[in-house]
Nanobody
Framework: QVQLVESGGGLVQAGGSLRLSCAAS??????MGWFRQAPGKERELVAR????????YYVDSVKGRFTISRDNAKNTVYLQMNSLKPEDTAVYYC?????WGQGTRVTVSS
């Protein structure tokens, strides 16, 4: 059974940092990513990482502030979020090959 389990969300003030984790079990994936969905908005891809090469993609709004990384041994992907802004407030979802985690809420207060 494939599972993606996220952790690390919470409430933080603007300018603060959070690190999200997504632990995968049941299989390995060639890429994993983080999406987010803010209230009243569509879900958007935030960052993605290739499992083999480590190449990354970031949406423009988070470039220079967020870093996606992976730990192959733990089958875990991380999203380090720095210089958080109120507009980063959303539920963040881990995704891999069509599988989704349950989501973790990030709230950034101004």
């Amino acid at each position: 059974q494939v599972q993606l389990v996220e952790s690390g969300g919470g409430l933080v003030q603007a300018g603060g940092s959070l690190r999200l984790s997504c632990a995968a079990s049941g299989r390995t994936f060639n890429a994993m990513g983080w999406f987010r969905q803010a209230p009243g908005k569509e879900r958007e891809l935030v960052a993605r990482i290739s499992w083999s090469s480590g190449s990354t993609y970031y949406v423009d709004s988070v470039k220079g502030r967020f870093t996606i990384s992976r730990d192959n041994a733990k089958n875990t992907v991380y999203l380090q979020m720095n210089s958080l802004k109120p507009e980063d407030t959303a539920v963040y979802y881990c995704n891999a090959n069509g599988y989704w985690g349950q989501g973790t809420r990030v709230t950034v207060s101004s």
